[in-house]
């Protein structure tokens, strides 16, 4: 079987902007994390389609703005995480909780702004839906439901998992030089860990490719609902939550001691949430990795990197550096995937032969069948 | 005849065992081996025959789990009732108005600014410098050529690497790892590793 994704895909910027546009400007995209959010005035600020965004806690209620001071576009929150006022430090406006002007230092005798027209100035706001402790965040003016997006099963797997994260959160960027898709393309590969981590992540877990006939023989098939309701329906089965894999040999580990336990099977789970979210917890519910891969340009990708521990019984000393053992781990995983998409991404060109598929690839055909009705027509989602 | 045990793993563990050796002929220097196991735990069995009161004791073992470790094991001795001492190579620099906790280790060729403080279980390793007024607090560990500027204050586990320089009067906050080779010339948010394997810093959010 010919693949559908032509190398343009990867490599075309026109084709970049457009995937910007009709998919990362619609759907909804992983935005943060809850728990980083435990207080008044906690904020985190990430960049998403190229717009600066704020993510803050107001009293309890959580609001994502532009982070762009309506006065001089100065950033208004300049870290990555923290803790301060929605004032801008640039001038000192001050922002409320609904986006609105709270305060212009001066005034009456600097700007000469009126109150009625302080009053309609607001900071462009963005939906925000939480799910558990994952929060997500939709730049389109008119979100469709995070319902239309995740099925039942996602939602609630990862409500209940998340419910459970701890709020100490370990957090690096890996700058990767290849096309987002190629890493989800990797991640629904079941085939590729017994050769690209046979060292690592294979020596612990058995990933064997399987193939649905079903859904490869549909696959092969034109999309036949190309309405945005039918568009999105069919994204819905892109994304999944499972266990996937019975760990081989489930080791006790002196952490486990001080948190608790999601779930009670010592199995490998896995959440995608399409396009560019995945979660994984290695151990049987003591600790999740989640992935966020953040599309720069067409061949480069920024990968945000996780890691916590479900909810701590209580406070140990070493919670930091049991964290860094995590990230190390999984470096080794993460640096193998990074090499062999880097390679990949590396000898595409124009006039690279159409990628072979085979049957158990469905999945991705799936998707890329989707991918490709919406990037060469007019249909959105 | 007074007893110096040696314990732990590693090269801190030889190089105090063979200066003790040398600068305490009159004592009797034992090493004795312990570093965990696949479960992560130390088999103490090794002293149980050694009576706390015949002797003083030095817990040797590398920076492993930020250096959570060597503090465990410090810690199990601790409760065996041994007394810990600091150990300080002959070479080393040290001004007499320096304060060198139990069980620090002070590296040969190291040299201590006047009125430096070395917290209990940090390690400085051979030819690092510090500056007048640095502190180091505990369970630290500095790796061979590290520089410390003046008034510096390095919080507890942290590791600097070898190449890390830190300015004067900087603050390192507590579990830190500097191991880019640079200067370290602003204050560092505890739990930030600079690692080279890492293109970012890894930096640890919330409680």
């Known amino acids: 079987m010919r693949s559908r994704m032509h190398p343009r895909y990867y490599l075309s910027q026109e084709i970049f902007e457009r995937e910007q546009k009709k998919i990362f400007r619609k759907v909804w995209l992983f935005a943060g994390l809850k728990t980083l959010l435990p207080k008044h005035n906690s904020f985190i600020t990430r960049k998403i389609c190229g717009i600066p965004i704020v993510i803050q806690n107001f009293d309890g209620h959580i609001r994502a703005f532009e982070n762009v001071c309506l006065h001089r576009n100065s950033l208004i929150q300049t870290e990555a995480i923290g803790c301060r006022p929605l004032a801008c430090p640039y001038h000192a406006w001050l922002y409320g909780e609904n986006g609105e002007v709270k305060n212009i230092p001066d005034c009456r005798s600097a700007y000469l702004i009126s109150k009625a027209e302080q009053q309609k100035m607001k900071l462009r706001e963005f939906a925000l839906h939480a799910i558990g402790n994952v929060l997500f965040i939709n730049l389109s003016e008119n979100p469709f439901p995070i319902e239309e997006q995740l099925q039942p099963h996602v939602i609630e797997m990862l409500e209940s998992s998340s419910n459970m994260y701890d709020s100490e959160v370990m957090l690096t960027t890996f700058h990767c030089k290849f096309n987002w898709k190629l890493a989800y393309e990797n991640l629904r590969d079941a085939n590729h860990p017994r050769y690209v981590h046979r060292s690592s992540l294979a020596k612990d877990v058995t990933f064997l490719p399987f193939v649905n006939t079903e859904c490869a023989a549909e696959g092969l098939q034109p999309l036949s609902a190309t309405s945005p309701s039918g568009l999105r329906a069919e994204m819905k089965r892109f994304s999944m939550a499972a266990a996937e894999a019975k760990l081989l040999n489930p080791k006790r580990l002196p952490f486990h001691d001080f948190v608790e336990r999601w779930g009670t099977d010592d199995s490998y789970y896995n959440w995608l949430s399409y396009p560019n979210m995945h979660i994984a917890c290695s151990n049987g519910g003591y600790s999740f990795t989640l992935e966020h891969h953040i599309p720069l340009a067409p061949d480069r990708t920024d990968l945000e990197i996780y890691w916590f521990t479900t909810r701590k019984k209580k406070q140990y000393a070493f919670s930091s550096w049991n964290l860094l053992s995590h990230m190390h781990g999984s470096r080794l995983v993460t640096g193998e995937d990074i090499e062999i998409m880097e390679k990949v991404q590396a000898a595409l060109h124009a006039d690279a032969p159409m990628p072979t598929q085979g049957a158990y690839e469905f999945q991705n055909r799936l998707v890329e069948r989707w991918y490709t009705t919406l990037m060469d027509t007019e249909h959105e989602i | ?207």
């Open chain 2, 1 to 207: 005849m007074k007893s110096r045990w040696v314990v732990g793993g590693g090269v801190c563990l030889d190089q105090v065992y063979d200066t003790w050796g040398r600068t305490y002929p009159q004592d009797s220097v034992q090493r004795i081996e312990l570093v965990p196991g696949d479960d992560y735990t130390f088999d103490l069995g090794a002293l149980d025959a050694l009576d706390p009161a015949q002797g003083a004791m030095f817990v040797a073992l590398d920076e492993r789990f930020g250096n959570f470790k060597r503090m465990e094991l410090m810690q199990a001795v601790m409760e065996r009732g041994f007394r810990l001492e600091s150990f300080v190579s002959p070479s080393a620099i040290v001004p007499t108005n320096t304060i060198i906790g139990p069980n620090a280790f002070i590296g040969e060729g190291t040299v201590l600014g006047t009125g430096c403080r070395v917290d209990f279980n940090a390690v400085v390793r051979d030819g690092v410098r510090l500056g007048a007024g640095a502190h180091l607090r505990s369970s630290c560990w500095l790796e061979t050529g590290v520089l410390v500027g003046d008034g510096a204050d390095i919080g507890a586990h942290c590791i600097l690497r070898m190449g890390a320089i830190v300015a004067p009067r900087v603050k390192i906050g507590k579990h830190c790892e500097l191991g880019w080779a640079r200067l370290y010339d602003r204050d560092v948010a505890a739990r930030t590793i600079f690692d080279t394997r890492y293109p970012e810093p890894i930096c640890v959010y919330g409680d």
